[in-house]
């Protein structure tokens, strides 16, 4: 299974973006999808997962909520992030993930990630 992020850059402070995530190599609808963050000198962080099992429900950091929103394409095999009014302090870079879909989520599949600075 691969995952290619795109969709990175640089925006000015209450920009927005859209990061996208193909998957390919496996069967997509089955996979819970996720997105990370790394900053310089930090350790990755959840940023916003989709889960399909039972019923469709999404899932943001707190510092996120109301700006970002997850969401999935199954006939294209993509996740997105749809980031809004960013902030210099979700410059990172940023990792899509895929695992098997259910109550408690594993990603086994990572993307190379896509760099995104906010700034002026």
């Known amino acids: 299974v691969q995952l290619v992020e795109s969709g990175g850059g640089l925006v000015q402070p209450g920009g927005s973006l859209r990061l996208s995530c193909v998957v390919s190599?496996?069967?997509?609808?089955?996979?819970?999808m996720g997105w990370f963050r790394q900053a310089p000198g930090k350790e990755r962080e959840f940023v916003a997962s989709?889960?399909?099992?039972?019923?469709?429900?999404?899932h943001y950091r707190d510092s996120v909520k109301g700006r970002f929103t997850i969401s999935r394409d199954n006939a294209k095999n993509t996740a997105y992030l749809q980031m809004t009014s960013l902030e210099p302090d979700d410059t990172a870079v940023y990792y899509c993930?895929?695992?098997?879909?259910?109550?408690?989520?594993?990603?086994?599949?990572w993307g190379q990630g896509t760099q995104v600075t906010v700034s002026s």
């Open positions: 989709i889960i399909s099992y039972n019923r469709e429900s999404t």
């Open positions: 190599g496996g069967t997509f609808s089955k996979y819970a």
């Open positions: 993930a895929g695992g098997p879909d259910g109550p408690a989520v594993e990603y086994e599949f």
